[in-house]
């Protein structure tokens, strides 16, 4: 049974910094590019960042260019996200998700109906 269990979210004051981690089981995680989204109340579910599974590449929105930052551990088959400078815009759920390794680049990482698992979500609160 593969499980996906995100941690580390939490409130944060604008400017602050938090780190996400997600935590991977039941899959071969070096298998799997990672992919870190996230919803906002009121909003679609949106890509955020990527990584691919040898962590040799990856892709950022626009939006959090420069800002956050994704790795990965694949001898703790585990996923990281960095977000620094965190805004108030930057509030909601995080999501980490696994795809196949076979669909490797952004074209492919932006499109949540290829990913294969998903974990529960971690809220992400930033305040003005």
């Known amino acids: 049974q593969v499980q996906l269990v995100e941690s580390g979210g939490g409130l944060v004051q604008a400017g602050g910094s938090l780190r996400l981690s997600c935590a991977a089981s039941?899959?071969?995680?070096?298998?799997?590019?990672m992919g870190w989204f996230r919803q906002a109340p009121g909003k679609e579910r949106e890509v955020v960042t990527a990584?691919?599974?040898?962590?040799?590449?990856?892709y950022y929105a626009d939006s959090v260019k420069g800002r956050f930052t994704i790795s990965r551990d694949n001898a703790k088959n585990t996923v990281y996200l960095q977000m620094d400078s965190l805004k108030p815009e930057d509030t909601a759920v995080y999501y980490c998700?696994?795809?196949?390794?076979?669909?490797?680049?952004?074209?492919?990482?932006?499109?949540?109906?290829?990913?294969?698992?998903w974990g529960q979500g971690t809220q992400v609160t930033v305040s003005s």
């Open positions: 039941g899959l071969t995680f070096s298998w799997y590019a």
């Open positions: 998700a696994a795809v196949r390794g076979v669909y490797s680049g952004s074209k492919y990482w932006r499109q949540e109906d290829l990913y294969d698992y």
């Open positions: 990584i691919r599974s040898n962590g040799g590449d990856t």
